[in-house]
């Protein structure tokens, strides 16, 4: 199986409290992989290890069957193959539509075309035209901050794209209308991608495979139609969202 | 009883042990900093911007500031010197004390209250915003993004905003001593130009310099490491604010020290 991603006992510690703990999971290329949890499980800092935002305690992870270090990071140049969709959009407040887009670009250098030509086709894509590309992020709705963010994250084609709750604060429409587009995206871009989210709806809407953590380590992984056939306790209280059942919300219980 | 004897000493350890950790943070922020400012990429779009955000928009506080300072000098001189029959030299004392101390100080505190909350408070959105997060991942790295345009451009605007300072600080005086206090206009002039050395200026100049750095050093510092929120947005501010004016009163003292003293 050709993995694009792959991590191996992955630890994690802010101070006595363990986040993650010998985390493993392997990323198919080319597959929509979804990784659910509650909150506090670690799929943040799953993500931040991943992106080198954060680093790891201890464990390994390899990104096209190369190990990715501080080092490694810089010497592939790892960020430029990914795409990034933050929770709260994260567009940058001081630039327009078209800079928020283009600001990857300008980066590489890329001999792409016009910047503008290229921030057009990406809100295109993403079902936003034009008049918006000199728009601040603040004169936005979250909505299409949200759209906008989606375009910055496939304006360089990237090989790997990772959504940290799409539909968080959004209303069930919009919602929707995002999950459209993330699938829509990962099929044109053809990127493998990588979301965490505890939608419900959301992740069996645009999941190939499905990936629950539970106290830092997964305890679940399988294709996104078998996830209510589990016969997990804990996927299935989970999806239910039910205070019954394994998962305990009071740390003392 | 027994346990109360350890509250006072263990409430020292642990503020010693967080001043060694600030202490450490900063040095490695600078180590950060040196390495960025040499290496490329200059973001000199980013550095234009800044050098119009904190030099030419803190023109008008500074100018303002610095005519009543030079004003009120001119006044408490000349009262002063009064006691003494030494009314004569209110022009020459304005003149040094202004572009010696005055000016460069009060241009400094200026900007740390307008320049260093401002730096503060907008990188510790990005950073609570995940706005930081969002550069590292579109291979940017925000240390030369952010930290270094806003750095170097205080360090060139001050001495930039000093020399004007300096100019509007004695105009103050000019006026207050010609208007209210009765001193002939170009005797006044006179006695200014005599008393100023190059030295005088440039000694002015540098520490307005080392005030600049301090200003968005300080404001880049605790904007990018500011945890928690809006309420760690303010806190950052704060900090900035009130570590930059410190630090520039003592770094003052040490500059005044190299520079005037054998």
Partial sequence: MDHILKINELSKSFGDKSVLDNLSINIERNKSQVIIGGSGTGKSVLLKCILGLIEPDSGEIFFNQQILNKKKRADIDFHSKIGMLFQGAALFDSLNVQENITFGIKKLESNLGDLTEIAVDKLKKVGLNSSVLYFYPSELSGGMQKRVALARAIARNPELLFFDEPTTGLDPIMADVINNLINEVIEEVGATAITITHDMESAKKIADKISMLYKGAVIWTGDAMDINSSNNPYVDQFIKGSSDGPIKINPND | ?262
């Fill in chain 2, 1 to 262: 009883m027994y346990k109360y004897i350890y509250i006072i000493p263990e409430a020292i350890g642990k503020s010693v042990l967080r001043m060694c950790a600030s202490i450490g943070s900063i040095a490695i922020f600078f180590y950060d900093f040196v390495i960025c400012l040499f290496t490329p990429p200059i973001y000199i779009k980013s550095l234009l911007i800044q050098l119009v955000r904190i030099g030419y928009n803190s023109l008008p506080v500074i100018g303002l500031t610095a005519f009543f300072t030079g004003g009120v000098l001119a006044l408490q001189i000349y009262v002063g010197g009064s006691r003494f029959n030494a009314e004569n030299i209110v022009a020459s004392i304005v003149a040094l004390g202004i572009t010696r101390e005055l000016g460069p100080v009060i241009a400094g505190l200026m900007l740390a209250g307008r320049v260093s909350a401002s730096i503060s408070a907008e990188i510790a959105t990005m950073r609570v915003t995940e706005q930081i997060d969002a550069l590292i991942t579109l291979s940017t790295n925000p240390m030369k993004y952010l930290v270094v345009p806003r750095v170097l451009a205080a360090v060139i605007s001050l001495p930039i905003l000093v020399i004007i300072a300096d100019i509007i600080g004695i105009m103050g005086g000019f006026v207050v001593g010609t208007k209210t206090l009765g001193f002939i206009e170009q005797s006044y002039i006179k006695n200014t130009l005599d008393i100023i050395e190059l030295r005088d200026v440039l000694s002015g100049l540098v520490k307005a310099a080392v005030f600049g750095f301090i200003v968005a050093f300080m404001g880049c510092y605790h904007g990018y490491n500011s945890t928690g929120g809006a309420q760690g947005v303010g806190r950052s501010t704060t900090l900035a604010v009130v570590s930059a004016s410190i630090l520039i009163l003592a770094s003052n003292y040490i500059l005044t020290s190299l520079v005037f003293t054998n």
